[in-house]
């Protein structure tokens, strides 16, 4: 179980890499192509451990097992995908997101009523404790402009975020069934890649086609190398859910957010000044996942 936590928590150090450098990439690169480049770079190197490491597990996937992977790969890209950034585009990524950080309690229902999972204690404490938090740290986040355009956003925007953290939260549940038995984790994280990739294509190949001739080299690498941290993240990702219940992996991931602040507040020096409000979100978060790690390990 602690190799679990572990493997958690650098998923979420990952994803939160990756998402600082989409960030600086996506200032001269439009977004679906970036996108593109971050799922593709992701599924190539994960391939290449996959059949480095486990080539007789990858010879020996079946069309059943095959069909989970495509079920994970679509969830994951073309829908959670395609859900987020309508969402953002309709109401904006500040508000987007408060909504998108009920994912870890979308995962913990699900868990319960698919996997038969019964967390203890203080996992189910620490849980909508680590979402408070977010809410809290995005709220903080937004100007008193966004704040008071809260009320009159579209509705649907919030409810495509809704759908996305829904879907990311059915993903992880799939995978801990599929990593339950039916595939070892790297092979399983190089399908659903690797098929998300070529879905994905399918949705944006228009922009990313459009747009290549005028990419700038740099801000391409820059995308290529958070797809590097964000393949691996989901490599480590599906690690600590073939060893640890949904319910104790996917709130402890659920922090990728707090360390994306972190990275961009070091790194980026974008973000607005640190607020009182920013501060008892972190710590609030911090204790929920405090709480689901020492839950975890008990």
Not at 12 to 26: D, H, K, M, P, Q
Not at 67 to 94: D, L
Not at 111 to 127: C, D, K, M, S, Y
Request: charged share 5%.
């Amino acid at each position: 179980m602690v190799l679990a936590v572990v493997f958690s928590f650098l998923a979420a150090l990952g994803f939160s890499c990756g998402y600082a450098l989409i960030r600086v990439g996506t200032q001269r690169v439009s977004a679906p192509t970036a996108t593109f480049f971050t799922v593709i770079t992701g599924a190539v190197l994960i391939s290449i451990l996959a059949l480095i490491l486990n080539l007789p597990e990858v010879k020996a996937v079946t069309p059943t097992t095959l069909g989970w992977f495509a079920v994970m790969g679509a969830i994951a890209y073309p829908v959670a995908r395609v859900f987020q950034n309508s969402a953002i585009t309709m109401v904006g990524a500040t508000r987007a997101a408060p909504v998108s950080s009920l994912q870890p309690i979308f995962a913990m229902t699900l868990a319960l009523l698919i996997l038969g999972e019964r967390p203890n204690l203080l996992v189910f404490l620490g849980t909508p404790v680590i979402v408070c938090g977010l809410i809290i740290v995005v709220v903080a986040s937004r100007n008193s402009q966004a704040m008071n355009q809260l009320m009159t956003t579209r509705k649907l925007g919030y409810l495509l975020a809704m759908g996305a953290a829904l879907s990311f939260a059915s993903r992880d549940t799939i995978s801990r069934h599929v990593l339950g038995g039916i595939a070892p984790p790297m092979v399983t994280a190089a399908f659903a890649l690797s098929i998300g990739s070529v879905l994905l294509f399918m949705l944006t190949y228009r922009d990313v086609i459009n747009s290549f001739r005028n990419l700038p080299t740099k801000y391409v690498a820059i995308c290529c190398l958070a797809g590097v941290s964000q393949g691996l993240a989901v490599a480590f990702l599906f690690q600590a859910l073939s060893r640890a219940p949904v319910t104790v992996v996917s709130p402890i991931n659920a922090s990728s957010p707090l360390i994306t602040l972190v990275l961009a507040h070091i790194f980026l020096q974008r973000l607005e000044h640190i607020s009182p409000m920013l501060v008892v979100g972190t710590l609030l978060s911090v204790g929920g996942v405090v709480l689901v790690v020492v839950g975890a390990v008990s």
